[in-house]
């Protein structure tokens, strides 16, 4: 059985709501004020209330993205802490809002100090044209934001990748690009063969239950790095790339779970023989 937190189904069905009743996107147009965006106002009230998030992009967090977008299923976005992990001040959380999709929260990934630096790339689906948003809350409470205009469309209704049976399914791969040093963050990156179907595929049979990624944990050596709660706003086959801060060797695990109670778990050993 499909599993939705509380709060993605009313987001969800808040964003149907607004959708149904705005006009349709088929064409560009200029980027409206950010800070005014109807949908943008109701999904900011419902999460953070009348708490103030302050424009965090000269100090605290960057998001990047390709301006020549031409696939609105698979959207590179990246996200950088302009600030160090330190025990005294850290980012805590990071939430990725597109204003206009199905379920307006793409992601809540939560961090620890032991990352040494937050990043976070990954690969998200548009279906309206919308803002992007990133929103870091620290452990003082603060909310800070940055956030991004994208024109595509579609991405969520887009045919789902018809590999749901595929024998890889749940296989992880990691990525490395150098070997492991101490005592300074470490980027690393993984990736899940997963469908990661939307619950708007155009090509989803009557009856069926969409089955995507909704829950991810990063550890190592049995201490956590970042836990994400995700949804089919991420794109099929998601990928997500990070920092941890490694003080000896060890072991690298990440755990995935889907919507069809299927748990997928994968370790890879770093920095041994080095």
């Not at 939430?95 to 961090?111: H, K, Q, S, W």
Request: net charge negative; aromatic share 10%; charged share 25%.
């Amino acid at each position: 059985m499909t599993k939705i937190s509380f709060i993605q189904k009313s987001l969800f069905f808040l964003g149907m709501t607004i959708l149904c009743v705005r006009m349709s996107c088929a064409t560009p147009f200029p980027e409206p004020d950010h800070a005014n965006v109807p949908e943008w106002l109701v999904i900011k009230n419902l999460m953070f209330g009348d708490r103030e998030i302050k424009d965090g992009s000269n100090d605290v967090l960057a998001l990047y993205l390709n301006s020549q977008l031409d696939d609105s299923s698979t959207v590179p976005i990246m996200v950088n802490a302009l600030m160090d992990q330190t025990d005294d001040a850290f980012i805590e959380t990071l939430y990725l809002i597109i204003d206009r999709n199905p379920i307006p929260t793409a992601g809540v990934f939560r961090f620890h100090p032991d990352a040494g630096k937050v990043k976070l790339e990954t690969r998200l689906r548009f279906e309206k044209f919308s803002f992007i948003r990133a929103i870091v809350e620290t452990n003082t409470g603060d909310l800070y934001m940055d956030q991004r205009w994208v024109q595509v469309s579609g991405g969520c209704s887009a045919p789902s990748g018809k590999n749901a049976d595929d024998p890889l399914l749940g296989k992880v791969r990691f990525r490395m690009e150098d070997q492991l040093r101490l005592n300074e963050p470490n980027l690393v990156q993984f990736q899940i063969k997963h469908p990661n179907e939307s619950t708007l595929a155009s090509d989803l049979e009557p009856g069926y239950s969409a089955r995507f990624i909704d829950k991810i944990s990063v550890e190592y050596d049995r201490k956590p790095i970042m836990t994400g709660d995700v949804n089919f706003s991420l794109s099929d086959n998601p990928i997500f790339k990070f920092y941890f801060f490694p003080k000896t060797a060890g072991t690298l695990s990440v755990m995935a779970r889907d919507t069809h109670d299927t748990m997928f778990t994968e370790s890879m050993e770093v920095g041994h023989g080095k």
